[in-house]
């Protein structure tokens, strides 16, 4: 019986954030079929379902939808930690409805915010106009969007640690050649953090020092 315990332990875990690793299911099945891909394929393919100016303009709804599909990096591993750390979290502390409802709020509209950015950029004619075509699919802005909504899972005043962390890290990049990605991400931080309504009568916070001393004793 002990040999199952782990294995067991691993899928009731699993189980207990459909969302997260259904999604995860979906980015490595899309993420084998990249790899069958050719290059120039790959691109093209990939460009049709990304959230740029270009195809923002013409299927909205389409691409906002198909670009939390795919990754462009081609490595799957990665995000099975990142999930697993953030988004299955959340997903069973706020549940799978009020975290899709987290997630979708930071892809749209930090997509919308920073195509808006570079579009005007464009149109200052600080970015070429090329732009508009730019690849921009993955999963990133709904994983930052997370990580800021979780600052409420946490006890104070860990709590503030964890925010600013979040902040120096997302912000960083806004300092130094920033680009409508970093932007973007930036964006979903904030919009995970005015989630907060979403977050109300979900139980009480996680205390680090509650659990060490409950795995001391």
């Known amino acids: 019986m002990r040999k199952n315990r782990g294995p067991s332990r ?3 875990y699993v189980r207990s954030a459909p969302g997260t690793y259904v999604w ?23 460009l049709q379902r990304s959230t740029n100016i ?8 389409r691409v906002l939808i198909s670009s939390a599909m795919w990754i462009d990096d081609g490595h799957w591993l990665p995000y099975l930690i ?31 915010i920073s195509e808006g950015a570079l579009l ?10 090329s732009a508009v075509n730019t690849l921009d699919v993955g999963v990133s802005y709904a994983l930052a969007g997370v990580a800021g909504v979780l600052t409420y899972r946490i006890a104070t005043p860990w709590r503030y640690a964890y ?28 919009i995970g953090l005015a989630c907060y309504p979403l977050v ?3 139980g009480k ?3 680090p020092k509650e659990t060490l001393a409950t795995l001391r004793g």
């Open 24 to 46: 995860l299911l979906i980015l490595f099945s899309t993420t084998f079929a990249l790899h069958h891909m050719s290059p120039e394929f790959e691109q093209h393919f990939l």
């Open 163 to 190: 925010l600013a962390t979040v902040l120096v890290l997302f912000a960083m990049p806004l300092t130094t050649g920033p680009t409508f990605t970093d932007l973007g991400h930036f964006v979903s931080v904030l």
């Open 82 to 112: 990142l999930f697993t750390a953030f988004h299955a979290p959340a997903e069973r502390w706020l549940g799978t409805v009020r975290w899709l409802v987290v997630c979708a709020a930071a892809h749209v509209l930090a997509t919308l």
């Open 200 to 202: 109300r009568g979900r």
């Open 205 to 207: 916070a996680w205390n």
């Open 10 to 12: 691993v899928w009731a």
């Open 54 to 61: 270009h195809e923002l303009s013409q299927n909205p709804v």
């Open 120 to 129: 005007k950029a464009i149109q200052d004619g600080m970015a070429p106009h």
